[in-house]
């Protein structure tokens, strides 16, 4: 079983949108647990501040506990986060999105009724994504979890879309003629 933690930025006044989903096995999620303060201690020792959590929103304007680090420790941060994230096994799938582009373009599109957010938008991109990479697995029926961060608004459209999605994502992912719709995927919402 896997368990996806998805979390957005950018969906205020910027000019992109990503969700990003870290992708663990549960069979080693006591590991990700126990070495997750090791991360935020290498992240401190590399800025001289104490680090107790990763906002990318504070990290790339530079507040908070990342103000004034320079490119050299910038670069550092981001190797040793996909360094840890490598030597742990885990995944990552992503969605990226320009607004502007978003809402003059895609909104004309048929394909906008069904899905109807920006958030969903991004969302349904990483679910069609895990789906086209697990749906390879024997055995990997209903067995990602997905977990999405503090979204209680989005809950039961996402779900909805989830369970009873539209004919056109069969295409995202090769769906197989006798295969069952976003088979591998379950959602939980954070609040």
Same mark, same amino acid.
């Given at each position: 079983?896997?368990?996806?933690?998805?979390?957005?930025?950018?969906?205020? %006044?910027?000019?992109?949108?990503?969700?990003?989903?870290? #992708?663990?096995?549960?069979?080693?999620? @006591?590991?990700?647990?126990?070495?997750?303060?090791?991360?935020?201690?290498?992240?401190?020792?590399? =800025?001289?501040?104490?680090?107790?959590?990763?906002?990318?929103? %504070?990290?790339?304007?530079?507040?908070?506990?990342?103000? *004034?680090? %320079? #490119?050299?420790?910038?670069?550092? =941060?981001?190797?040793?986060?996909?360094?840890?994230?490598?030597?742990?096994?885990?995944?990552?799938?992503?969605? $990226?999105?320009?607004?502007?582009?978003?809402?003059?373009?895609?909104?004309?599109? @048929?394909?906008?009724?069904?899905?109807?957010?920006?958030?969903?938008?991004?969302?349904?991109?990483?679910?069609?994504?895990?789906?086209?990479?697990?749906?390879?697995?024997?055995?990997?029926? *209903?067995?990602? =979890?997905?977990?999405? %961060?503090?979204?209680? *608004?989005?809950?039961?459209?996402?779900?909805?879309?989830?369970?009873?999605?539209?004919?056109?994502?069969?295409?995202?992912?090769?769906? $197989?003629?006798?295969?069952?719709?976003?088979?591998?995927?379950?959602?939980?919402?954070? *609040?």
């Amino acid at each position: 079983m896997k368990f996806c933690y998805l979390d957005e930025s950018g969906t205020g %006044d910027e000019p992109y949108a990503v969700m990003v989903g870290v #992708i663990v096995d549960a069979q080693r999620m @006591h590991l990700t647990k126990i070495h997750w303060q090791e991360l935020l201690q290498i992240l401190s020792d590399i =800025i001289g501040r104490q680090v107790t959590e990763i906002h990318t929103r %504070d990290f790339y304007a530079d507040n908070n506990q990342w103000r *004034g680090i %320079d #490119i050299p420790q910038r670069a550092a =941060i981001i190797s040793a986060i996909f360094e840890w994230l490598q030597d742990r096994k885990h995944h990552i799938t992503y969605s $990226a999105v320009d607004k502007k582009r978003f809402l003059s373009d895609f909104q004309n599109e @048929h394909q906008y009724k069904d899905i109807g957010s920006l958030w969903r938008f991004l969302a349904l991109h990483n679910v069609l994504s895990i789906q086209k990479h697990y749906q390879k697995q024997e055995n990997n029926k *209903g067995n990602t =979890i997905l977990i999405f %961060d503090n979204e209680e *608004g989005e809950a039961k459209n996402i779900t909805s879309l989830i369970q009873n999605p539209p004919g056109w994502t069969d295409s995202c992912y090769n769906r $197989a003629r006798k295969q069952e719709q976003l088979v591998d995927c379950q959602t939980s919402i954070l *609040g």
